[in-house]
């Protein structure tokens, strides 16, 4: 049986854009299968909206306790506040700049983002729904403060990899691809 990825892209974003394309096609080509959903964002962005997207592919058993979620930024607190609440177990949860509770100064990523954000018990349930969870962070992102980043990393109960200069790990961070993630697949 082939593995199940999901990957889910941030606030702003799309499946379209950075690594997620790269990513979707190493998986692709050796036999693994990958859901990279697209999300509505920022118009109509809220937590039940993106939900309803990720019900679908429970529903119809393609999520499951086998699947791994690969999430970017705002899409990490998202999965965990969906696996909390909707109490769905998976086998891996991999977080790249996650961030949870943090207010940048920015109303329209503020506004859209807090949708999203679960309470510290939520955090430290994360492990009840995952097998193993791995963040990996930079401390030269130019929107998150390491301390925001390595809370939630350590809050979750994940494996921590620190990427020297990698920025949001985003295509202006040159993460067009994202070969380290590969070893954690």
């Known amino acids: 049986m082939s593995n199940t990825t999901f990957v889910f892209h941030g606030s702003f974003g799309s499946p379209y854009e950075n690594w997620f394309p790269w990513l ?12 990279a959903p697209p999300f509505p964002t920022p118009v109509g962005q ?27 930024s705002s899409s990490a607190v998202f999965a965990v506040k969906y696996l909390t609440s909707r109490q769905v177990g998976i086998s891996k949860l991999i977080t790249v700049s996650g961030f949870n509770q943090f207010f940048s100064g920015n109303e329209d990523f503020d506004r859209i983002n807090s949708e999203f954000f679960v309470t510290e ?16 962070l930079s401390s030269s992102d130019p929107y998150l403060p390491t301390g925001v980043l390595i809370s939630f990393a350590s809050t979750i109960g994940a494996e921590t990899i620190d990427v020297p200069s990698a920025g949001h790990f985003n295509s202006a961070a040159g993460f067009a691809e994202f070969p380290q993630i590969l070893e954690h697949l």
């Open 24 to 35: 979707h096609g190493v998986l692709a080509s050796r036999g693994d299968t990958c859901f």
């Open 46 to 72: 809220t937590f039940e909206s993106w939900a309803r997207i990720v019900d679908a592919y429970r529903n119809n058993g393609l999520l499951n306790e086998e699947s791994t979620l690969v999430t970017h």
């Open 121 to 136: 018990q939520d955090l430290k349930a994360t492990n009840k729904y995952c097998k193993k969870a791995v963040s990996f």
